[in-house]
């Protein structure tokens, strides 16, 4: 845990560092520090709540160093949502989203530079992959957490639907936003 402390003590801060973790700390450093800052926020709800009567959510919010934990969680569970947004919204954005992280794919191959997100060739991509990937590693447990704090049942209803489409678009070996009979109507 060490190790993971010093990553999340670098780039938890609320900052220019903050706002896009692809490009300042690699994958496996992106999703320890997403699990350590769950783990404290986790650990902060219990302590507060163990053995008082009060409900948690009004008593965590009189402790400063809570309430900036709580923003944290908040800015961090605002900036990764899409895949809890109706599903019509979440292929929209996984579409723009994707098409940002194609063009950069692209660039970086024209002017020879290393390749960051090999997965993000649009010619060989999986955009249900990715997503579920995304969901997986990161969305999941996050919004878990928050949803234990926030009572957030629409959002959580929302994310299983969307896990769901990109399932089965999985499953169907379809690699892109919708269904080729869907794209049409």
Sequence with gaps: MPELARVTAKYVPINHRDINLAVVIKKYQQREA????????????????????????????NFPDNQTLIKRMMIKCADVANPCRPLELC???AGRISEEYFAQTDEEK????????????RNTCSIPKSQI?????FITDMFDAWDAFAHLPV????????????????????KSLRLPSENNN
């Design 110 to 121: 024209r002017q020879g530079l290393p390749v960051v997100m090999p997965v993000f060739d």
């Design 91 to 93: 292929i929209e954005w």
């Design 133 to 137: 990937s995304f969901i997986d590693y």
């Design 34 to 61: 997403i699990i350590t800052q769950i783990y404290y926020f986790e650990n902060s709800v219990n302590a507060i709540s163990e053995g008082s009567n009060c409900d948690c959510t009004a008593n965590i919010k």
């Design 155 to 174: 959002l959580m209803q929302h994310l299983a639907n969307n896990y769901k489409h990109w399932k089965t678009l999985d499953e169907l070996k379809c």
